[in-house]
């Protein structure tokens, strides 16, 4: 497994446990670590601002509430973040990566 797989990897697994607590305590959702855990799920409604159509459910005409995310905006959503995480496990790896003919794991 290359190097950027296994930052890519730990920041999922990062991810995914600061998400866990908010399985068993939604309050943690409204903590600040909450919040910021929720700003990929919340990126949607940015992106449909943004103008890019099919992200929500009713095409974001769901009165006074919040409408929904539909499965393509998930999908989006999900692969917007994962490609700049797995981007950012990638400028990581490269820079701790030592450098000189000995470092076959770039």
């Not at 990062?14 to 305590?25: D, M, Q, S, T």
């Not at 949607?44 to 769901?62: Q, R, S, T």
């Not at 409408?67 to 490269?94: H, K, M, Q, S, Y």
């Amino acid at each position: 497994m290359t190097r950027t797989w296994r930052v890519f990897l730990g920041m999922l697994a990062i991810y995914v446990a600061l998400l866990l607590p908010g399985a068993i305590w939604p309050a943690y959702l409204d903590s600040p670590v909450g919040l910021l855990v929720a700003v990929p799920y919340l990126s949607v409604y940015a992106l449909d601002y943004l103008g890019i159509p099919g992200l929500l459910v009713n095409n974001g005409a769901c009165g006074w509430g919040w409408c929904a995310a539909t499965p393509f905006g998930l999908g989006v959503v999900a692969a917007l973040w994962l490609a700049l995480g797995w981007l950012l496990a990638r400028l990581v790896a490269v820079l701790t990566t030592p450098r000189g003919p000995a470092s076959p794991d770039r």
